[in-house]
């Protein structure tokens, strides 16, 4: 559907104010089908995305700045999420040997068990694939890259 139908609007400045409301208005959309599948196993879509940067780096641990630096939503409090994700058992923190300032995280087993589960469950490209082509889905990406300078 097209930006003007799902907004009930068509009163834009130009093309660029139309494309910013419609990049507003998609992100809110992507969040809302997200949550939707993370609800089923209590997590947020910052705590997958801090597990999936995990697993990526599994098996060697991560420190919280860079997951800081890896994380999509940079406004996040990554320690904080860190915390959370400790509490349910899906990662643990441990001291650096190295660096007794620094702290080791790591995905645990049920962290991972979790990912398989929604990775048969929930393919991103799923949410794009009925409505583009992955040619078009490429060229989606690339125009964002470009709009990002």
Known sequence: ????????????????HKA???ITYT???LN???????????????????LRILRGQYP?????????ERMLDK?????????????KGLVSRCTNNKDRR?????????GLDILSKLDVEFKTSDILKNNLTEEEAGILSDLLD????
């Not at 620094?102 to 049920?110: C, G, T």
């Not at 470009?146 to 300078?149: L, N, T």
Request: with cysteine; net charge positive; hydrophobic share 40%.
């Open 102 to 110: 620094a702290v080791d995280i790591r995905i645990s087993e049920v």
């Open 60 to 68: 060697k641990p991560a420190t919280v700045n860079l997951l800081k």
């Open 27 to 29: 992100y809110g959309w």
């Open 1 to 16: 559907m097209r930006i003007d139908d799902e907004i009930q609007s068509s009163k834009f400045e130009d093309n660029f």
């Open 146 to 149: 470009k709009m990002r300078g």
């Open 32 to 50: 809302n089908t997200f949550r939707c599948q993370f609800e089923k196993y209590n997590l947020t879509q910052q705590q997958f995305n801090i």
């Open 75 to 87: 406004m996040s409090d990554a320690s904080r999420i860190v915390d959370r994700l400790v509490q």
């Open 20 to 22: 910013v409301i419609n």
